[in-house]
């Protein structure tokens, strides 16, 4: 199957699913950071960790900068076909390309434009987070200024909070934009959003540059892909009835 009709096919899945996924408590989350087209990455993630006790969350950026963008999405896509609430893509701003372009972006360029639309239509359907009852969120970059978790599902492509989630950078400081189009936030809004949301811990990726835990070990960045360099690719685990107080609670582990 090509990717269109992959795409086609699990249509009906993203729109009924939302943009707010909510995860089991009763079942290991396995959090996959930024994949970039590494096929072999996404392959020992679902080689290891696809069980009928998992639920495999890919935090974004399945695509560009590694060598098989296409593949790369076209097998997650596949197996979340096949096991629907068991595998999730969550929108990172490499999927957001015809909606806030960027420069390089290998894949989306080497589309024919028809073929390029309609990709980057349906990936505009992809959720924002996934959130777990103990605390967990999960998304791609940073903390959207929002009242509740739930006010997530409403959240419009282009809006201030959907720039947050997929473009979103963590510093110490609040510093405006970085690179034109990253929000840099900092401590203190990291704080005052973790508590409107609920979130003990947040799990992201998108940010090679940043420290691995950060505010008090509340916040964990994860990769998984050999795109940053020569660095171990790893995922993060929460095991079922594990209790959070912070991204310490989470178990890392890599996928070399």
Not at 108 to 117: A, H, K, N, T
């Amino acid at each position: 199957m090509d990717l269109i009709a992959t795409l086609r096919n699990i249509g009906s899945i993203l729109r009924s699913q939302g943009r707010l996924i909510h995860l089991p408590e009763d079942q290991t989350i396995v959090f996959v950071g930024d994949t970039h087209g590494d096929l072999e990455a996404t392959e020992r993630v679902f080689d290891r960790y696809a069980t009928a006790h998992s639920v495999i969350v890919f935090l974004g950026d399945a695509v560009d900068r590694g060598p098989d963008s296409s593949g790369n999405l076209q097998r997650i896509l596949d197996e979340k076909h096949r096991r629907p609430h068991a595998v999730h893509l969550l929108m990172g701003n490499h999927e957001t390309w015809s909606d806030l372009p960027f420069s390089p972006a290998a894949f989306w360029e080497s589309l024919d434009e028809p073929v390029r639309d309609e990709v980057a239509s349906r990936l505009r359907e992809l959720p924002y987070a996934a959130i777990h009852p103990a605390g967990v969120l999960g998304l791609h970059g940073a903390l959207p200024d929002l009242p509740d978790a739930e006010a997530i599902e409403s959240v419009s492509v282009g809006s201030e909070a959907w720039q947050a989630i997929t473009w979103g950078d963590w510093d110490d400081e609040d510093g405006g934009l970085r690179y034109g189009s990253r929000p840099v936030l900092g401590e203190r809004t990291f704080r005052a959003r973790a508590e409107a949301l609920g979130v003990r811990a947040l799990v992201r990726s998108h940010q090679p540059d940043s420290p691995e835990l950060q505010f008090d070990d509340r916040c964990l960045t994860i990769f998984t892909s050999n795109a940053y360099g020569s660095g171990p690719r790893r995922v993060a685990l929460l095991e079922p009835g594990k209790p959070v107080a912070s991204a310490r609670d989470l178990r890392i582990e890599s996928i070399d």
